[in-house]
């Protein structure tokens, strides 16, 4: 088995040979796993190995810098029973603290997007879509009385020629 850091871009000077299957002859004596988490500095894969150690895991290779491949003998498993937590799992508690940032980085851009929106869709408010009957002119009508007509003034007095006789 080889242990290659496939990280691109760096030389790999630690790709080393791990040493043949002790006191086995094949693989179903083994038991492999691979963990997932944020794995992207020496520090972090170290402490990995660290805590891996605990259930008896060494490392085998590192897949890319979330995913590192575990692998231990099968005899090994029996001392699981006296060790606390779970030997078999895939999530690690050192990748988890570093993958927290970038979340935590991709939810607030998320929210501040959705608040951008709410507030753009806000701010243009249009008429109602609701269609709305047009207004229909309302005639009012009206009828005015004639005005009452003035008291007409008899004529002045014309004078009056008495007869004539003959």
């Known amino acids: 088995m080889i242990f290659v850091n496939r ?3 760096v030389a790999q000077p ?3 040979e791990w040493p043949e299957l002790p006191g086995t002859a094949t693989l179903e004596d083994w038991q492999f796993k691979v963990v997932r988490g944020w794995f992207g ?5 170290q402490a990995l190995q660290d805590e891996q150690a605990e259930y ?7 897949l890319d810098d979330n995913r590192v491949r575990f692998g231990r003998p099968a005899a090994v498993a029996a001392k699981d029973v006296a060790r606390t937590g779970n030997p078999f799992s895939t999530r690690s508690r050192v990748g988890r603290r570093a993958a927290f940032l970038p979340l935590v980085f991709l ?5 501040l997007l959705a608040f951008g929106l709410l507030i ?4 243009r408010v249009e008429e109602p879509a609701v269609a709305t009957p047009a207004p229909t002119p309302i005639t009012v009508e009206t009828r005015l009385d004639p005005l009452p007509t ?3 003034m008899p004529p002045p007095p ?5 007869p004539r006789t003959p």
Request: charged letters at 15%; proline letters at 11%; hydrophobic letters at 40%.
């Open 7 to 9: 990280k691109p871009g």
């Open 56 to 62: 008896g895991w060494r490392l085998v290779e590192v």
């Open 150 to 152: 003035p008291p007409v």
């Open 41 to 45: 500095s020496r520090t972090a894969i």
């Open 120 to 123: 753009v869709s806000i701010s």
């Open 158 to 162: 014309t004078t009056v020629e008495p």
């Open 107 to 111: 939810g607030t851009l998320a929210a």
């Open 14 to 16: 630690h790709a080393e």
